[in-house]
């Protein structure tokens, strides 16, 4: 794994995820539709590519030459009815497909361990796009690693619960800079390929 796109990579967890691969010393692609959202310690360290997800070209052309893919597609704060998050994953996996990638992460909601009458009522019509999300996994036969995050904490690295296909969430929240480690690592991990992943910090003494 040495050269990975990251689609949604001027985000919460996207920017982390950047911040890791860089660390980790791999040649990264930063998708955005935004290129002045890259951060200016990054500019010169990661190749900016400007596109859209919903663009099927722009979506091919940044999957060319890529090891892996980092999927942290999201709304920002707006919660309404969206079906854009699932068919630009699913343009990403078409992409993935037609130029032989095989392996990519994906951030998804813990939410999404819950019957679907328990989600919040103001977070159901996003949760019913990452099952759409989740369900493009499922049916691409690709090596996909789907971490199903809780709360995304603004809070400093410390040590993770990683569980694989767990029946509800490990704990309710995770540091973004962990977060984006993991979905960077994790690439490399064939024993995360066509899980879902539970993921939280270890909680505080």
Known sequence: M???????STGTSGLCALEAAVKKGLEVRAFVRDPAKIPTHLKDKVEVFQGN??????VNDAVEGMDGVVITLGT???L??????????KNIIEAMRAKGVKVMSVCLSAFLFYEPDKVPPRFIELTKDHKRMYDALKDSYLNY??????HIADEPSRELVIEINPEKSPGRAVSKWDLGSFLVDSLSEPKYYK???GITNVPKA
């Open 80 to 89: 309404e009815a969206t079906s854009d998050m699932s068919e630009g994953t």
């Open 76 to 78: 920002r704060d707006n």
């Open 53 to 58: 997800v919903l663009e099927p070209d722009s």
């Open 145 to 150: 690693v789907a971490v199903f995050s809780p």
């Open 2 to 8: 040495k050269k990975i796109v990251i689609f949604g």
């Open 195 to 197: 899980s879902v992943i």
